[in-house]
């Protein structure tokens, strides 16, 4: 199951909550396929301005940043550069289109790989 924490100025995501969760999802959607889409989950962490900092200053209107938990085997498929490309293609088109074309090229995506059976839910 494909998780995605995004953390991003809170300024950044005031009302846009919705639209870039459904963002999100459709760019994992667009590489994955449409079979995936119920598993996606994204966490959107709003960070008070003032609060993020970059080179030991207070950063003043940084990009966004995706950690995305992919399934470890995908980083080891020979097509690998091709599928992580397209990923993040696909999310920073996400991430712009919601937040802005000015964060484009410094929106950061990366990845981690979680094992088979490193990573559990419990169903109540």
Known sequence: MPHL????????????????????????????????????????????????GIGGRVAEAPAPQVTFGIRATVLDRPDATDVLGRLTAAIADAVAGVVGEQVRAATVVQFVGESDGRTYSIAG
């Open 5 to 52: 924490t995004v953390h991003a100025l809170e300024s950044d995501l005031g009302g846009r909550e919705a639209e870039l969760i459904a963002g999100l999802t459709d760019a994992v959607v667009a590489v994955y396929g449409e079979w995936v889409r119920e598993s996606v989950e994204v966490l959107l962490v709003g960070v008070p301005a003032g609060r993020w």
